[in-house]
């Protein structure tokens, strides 16, 4: 079985849906890495902090090239 998937790269909708499909791989891996936050914390000594979480989800982001601005 085989897919193709066909995108006009002149029309901005498709050129958006087409973007989200090359991402869709760093898309799944950055949601399980916020999935399993916890893991990250748990040898933290103290609750972790809200500016500490938010921090840790834009390391996420930033290390599966997604850039939260680009998404429509």
């Known amino acids: 079985m085989k ?3 066909k995108f006009d790269l002149n029309d901005t909708d498709d050129v958006n849906k ?12 950055a949601l399980w890495d ?9 040898h ?3 609750t972790p902090t809200y500016d500490e979480v938010l921090n840790y989800i ?3 982001f930033e290390n599966n090239n997604i850039n939260i601005n680009e998404l429509n």
Request: proline residues 0%; glycine residues 0%; contains cysteine.
């Open 44 to 46: 933290h000594d103290t």
């Open 18 to 29: 087409y973007k989200h499909c090359n991402k869709a791989i760093d898309y799944s891996i």
């Open 34 to 42: 916020i999935s399993n936050i916890s893991s990250h914390f748990k």
């Open 3 to 5: 897919a193709i998937l």
């Open 58 to 60: 834009n390391e996420i």
